[in-house]
């Protein structure tokens, strides 16, 4: 983001055709978001920001890869996960995590202006800068949500968006061409 004076690494996945899903912080400030796949990278569109759930759709018009699906069921407290993205910019990380909770969390938005409610999972797992926008996968690999912060005090404390707080993006996302603003830098 050369309007942010640096640049901005994070994590995405698709989840339905030429459609990535990631956090809302991640695209902020990003004018010409690019997708990188398998090797190739690929011109995105961003088509859905959500600023207060953090959550974004990036349209990326060639983008071969299948989406993935998401869980028929929401996961309860206790169940195994599975943490994926690309810290820092880097290789692919893939990390165990724990359903510690699912609940409703009251916190402030990424720029901490106001206090939001989001339905999350507060996991037991590593969630490193660049995760943020990944998947949250259940062990029989359907995406249970999106993974977006860790805990302050706590680096082995992380958390995703469950996929009932990011449902309406998805749609909504999927059904938008048109593009959108990224907000200002973080």
């Not at 088509?47 to 990326?60: N, P």
């Not at 724990?98 to 037991?124: K, M, Q, W």
């Not at 469950?162 to 996302?173: D, I, P």
Request: aromatic fraction near 8%; hydrophobic fraction near 40%; charge should be negative.
């Amino acid at each position: 983001a050369p309007s942010c004076s640096r640049q901005i690494d994070g994590s995405g996945f698709v989840y339905a055709r030429e459609r990535v899903m990631t956090n809302a912080h991640v695209l902020a400030g990003v004018s010409d978001p690019v997708v990188a796949a398998e090797g190739e990278e690929y011109a995105a569109v961003p088509v859905y920001v959500d600023e207060a759930t953090d959550v974004a759709v990036l349209a990326v018009p060639g983008l071969p890869q299948i989406p993935l699906t998401f869980s028929p069921e929401p996961a309860d407290s206790g169940d195994d996960a599975i943490i994926m993205g690309y810290p820092g910019g880097g290789g692919l990380f893939v990390g165990p995590a724990r359903v510690r909770d699912h609940t409703d969390i009251s916190g402030p938005d990424f720029r901490n202006e106001e206090t939001v409610v989001r339905d999350v999972y507060a996991l037991y797992g590593e969630v490193r800068a660049g995760n943020s926008g990944g998947p949250l996968f259940d062990p029989q690999g359907h995406v249970l949500g999106v993974v977006f912060a860790s805990a302050i005090d706590d680096p082995l404390t992380g958390y995703a968006l469950t996929y009932e707080q990011v449902e309406g993006a998805a749609a909504t996302g999927q059904a938008s061409s048109s593009p959108v603003a990224t907000g200002a830098c973080e």
